[in-house]
């Protein structure tokens, strides 16, 4: 039976190039993006190597939430967390954050995730993999990163203890550095990024952690390559 994989955010930059390289091996996948047109490439183009679900939708509503983990059925091998928001940009200063924004970034980037995971685990069996991707800017204090890196890090946080709480579980904080996305080039308007690594660069990591041995924690895209 092959494996299913429900992964967020995955109609560009990581989660695509994860979608496709798991498609290759013939995991089972269920996907989803706000933006329809790019999703629906990202179906077609995967559709001819896998059997693969997408749908449109928001991580941050409850019903789309609930409809991911039905679509994905009674096993769920692997979920991973990709989809986040920036926030604005350019990035404010904390003291001028509007808070109403930040609930915003920390219902997406945080709340979603536990969420997702919170509906999945019944369907999870015991070796499951979840991978939560996550940012230098959860453990560094970058200037004007502080609502991006807050979510981030309370979801690590969460990683941790999740990890703590159900050790039949591989759970994972994942940070895949700097890359050339469309989240990173929101941060940086109008600056060339394409100085900085593709996102197919961090796959062979996000394999190992959803098919490899390494026991539950916190890796960098970089520890997981010189560890191979």
Do not use: C
Not at 16 to 34: F, G, H, K, T
């Amino acid at each position: 039976m092959a494996s299913t994989a429900l992964i967020t955010g995955a109609s560009r930059g990581l989660g695509l190039a994860l979608a496709r390289a798991l498609a290759a091996r013939e995991w089972r996948l269920v996907i989803d993006a706000r933006g329809a047109p790019a999703l629906e490439a990202a179906r077609r183009e995967l559709a001819a190597l896998t059997d693969v679900t997408a749908l449109v939708g928001d991580v941050g509503d409850e019903r789309h939430r609930r409809a991911l983990v039905t679509a994905a059925g009674d096993r769920i091998d692997a979920l991973v967390n990709n989809a986040s928001i920036l926030g604005p940009s350019p990035q404010p200063s904390l003291d001028a954050y509007p808070l109403e924004i930040l609930e915003d970034v920390v219902r997406v980037n945080t709340l979603a995730p536990l969420r997702l995971i919170q509906l999945a685990l019944p369907a999870m069996p015991d070796g499951a993999r979840i991978v939560n991707v996550t940012s230098d800017a959860a453990v560094e204090a970058y200037e004007g990163w502080g609502g991006y890196g807050a979510s981030k890090a309370a979801l690590e946080q969460i990683t941790q203890v999740l990890a703590a709480e159900r050790p039949r579980l591989a759970v994972y904080a994942f940070d895949p550095g700097d890359m050339n996305t469309a989240l990173h080039q929101e941060a940086f308007p109008g600056e060339d990024i394409s100085d900085r690594p593709p996102p197919e660069d961090s796959v062979p990591s996000l394999l190992a952690l959803l098919t490899g041995d390494l026991p539950s924690g916190r890796y960098r895209d970089a520890d997981i390559k010189v560890e191979a």
